[in-house]
């Protein structure tokens, strides 16, 4: 049977109606809310393709279909976009606005804190507990090389290439600490300067006090006193807990009231107010320092005799 060009012309019009009224309804599925009653995290492992991610998404209540998500990659070309990582998904998140998400890698922040003083073992430990990371740690990290600091992550980031962001985080803070470094400082190198701010980030009390116990440290090294640093023994002795008399005496490399000059290593990884305050100490007569016995702060003396007092304050305030 032959058409006329009229039949025809009609024929095509039927036929773009109906592809018309099937995109239509197939936009509005796609923009229809979908069925998640409240959020939902879920996390796509590298190497999942749309099936195994559409299952996953399915198993969380995220969308209904499986089978809808997958066709809706392929038809909307984004098989190959879809990205790895830990996603949130909010109540009511359409179907498309559930595969835009995956093909702009829209993934959730973590965040992993390093307190300031923390040695280099808590430093790993934390890393190692962290259930958002990946890999195991390939090269421990000297003392002392890891900067303290809220650090935000995608999940799934490799352990080691955290720390190696920490290392060089600590090595642009250290550069910035020796280049205001003052002129007639005895540390001669980065290196002696970092050990310094390590000692002075455990044993101030806060970082008003840190420029005060700097320079206290500071004379007594110009003097050629020992440190006597009660953090350094503990550090070296490697244990957490109230020193006794008898630990003072301990030949370890790192008691200063054994040793003259700097222990061999950093004790910790400080922050930026002590690596500072080490390269700018406040210019103090003082060369000695005691808790308060509110233990907020230090009391300074310039003379044994009045550290002495001090130090007697404190233990009659203990009690001892």
Known sequence: ?????????????????IITV????????LATQGPLASPATVVIEPGNG?????????EAGVIAHPDAFVLAVRVLGLTGTLQAGEYTFDPGISLRATINKLALGDTENRALTIPEGFTTAQVLARIEADQGLSG?????PTEGTLFPDTYAFRFGVKRQDLL???????????????ALRQPDSPLA????????????????????????????????????MKLQSDPTVIYGANFDGNLRRKDLTEPH??????HYGLPPTPIANPGR????ATAQPEKTSALFFVADPSRTHHLFAETYAEHKRNVARYWQAQGK
Do not use: C
């Open 1 to 17: 049977m032959k058409l006329t060009t009229g039949h025809g012309v009609v024929i095509g019009a039927v036929i773009l109606a």
């Open 22 to 29: 099937v995109t239509a309804g197939w936009g509005r599925y």
């Open 50 to 58: 749309p099936r195994s991610i559409a299952g996953k998404l399915a």
């Open 136 to 140: 195991k740690i390939e090269q421990r």
């Open 164 to 178: 190696e962001t920490m290392s060089e985080r600590m090595a642009k803070e250290l550069a910035e600490a020796w």
């Open 189 to 224: 190198t980065p290196e002696a300067l970092l050990i310094m701010a390590s000692i002075v980030q455990k044993e101030a009390a806060s970082e008003a006090e840190m420029p005060t116990i700097a320079g206290v440290f500071i004379n007594r090294l110009n003097q050629d």
């Open 253 to 258: 490399p790192f008691n200063t009231y054994v």
């Open 273 to 276: 107010a002590a690596l500072r």
